[in-house]
């Protein structure tokens, strides 16, 4: 199985950055992708980011995209996965998740229609709280 543990949230002002890591123990190539999710309060979880972490293409949400940066760093034991996010608003308000290992056929999916969602990966990590005021 794959553990995850995700750092980095916390309070920032409207405008601001930050940037959350996960970091992915057990995980292997075949394991496929690695991605951040938010769920806001009353809301479903939304896909963010993902990284196809065999070959490295990566997928946004439109919500994101130009804001938000997903990127990977593998050594021999484990994979760091961050997502750096800047020009933050309210809206990003929420509950950051890591999840990851994508089934083979839904990686081949994903890579075809360039979406994603919570139904395509098979681990999460415990969540890191951001709030944007």
């Known amino acids: 199985d794959v553990q995850l543990v995700e750092s980095g949230g916390g309070s920032v002002q409207a405008g601001g950055s930050l940037r959350l890591s996960c970091v992915a123990s057990g995980y292997t190539d075949s394991s496929n992708c690695i991605a951040w999710f938010r769920q806001a309060p009353g809301q479903a979880r939304e896909g963010l980011a993902l990284i196809y972490t065999g070959g490295g293409s990566t997928f946004y949400a439109d919500s994101v995209k130009g804001r938000f940066t997903i990127s990977q760093e593998k050594d021999k034991n484990k994979n760091t996965v961050s997502l750096q996010m800047s020009s933050l608003n309210p809206e990003d308000t929420g509950m950051y998740y890591c999840?990851?290992?994508?089934?083979?056929?839904?990686?081949?999916?994903?890579?075809?229609?360039?979406?994603?969602?919570?139904?395509?990966?098979?681990?999460w990590g415990q969540g890191t709280q951001v709030t944007v005021s």
């Open positions: 999840a990851a290992e994508c089934p083979i056929g839904n990686m081949v999916e994903i890579l075809r229609t360039r979406t994603f969602g919570a139904a395509d990966v098979h681990f």
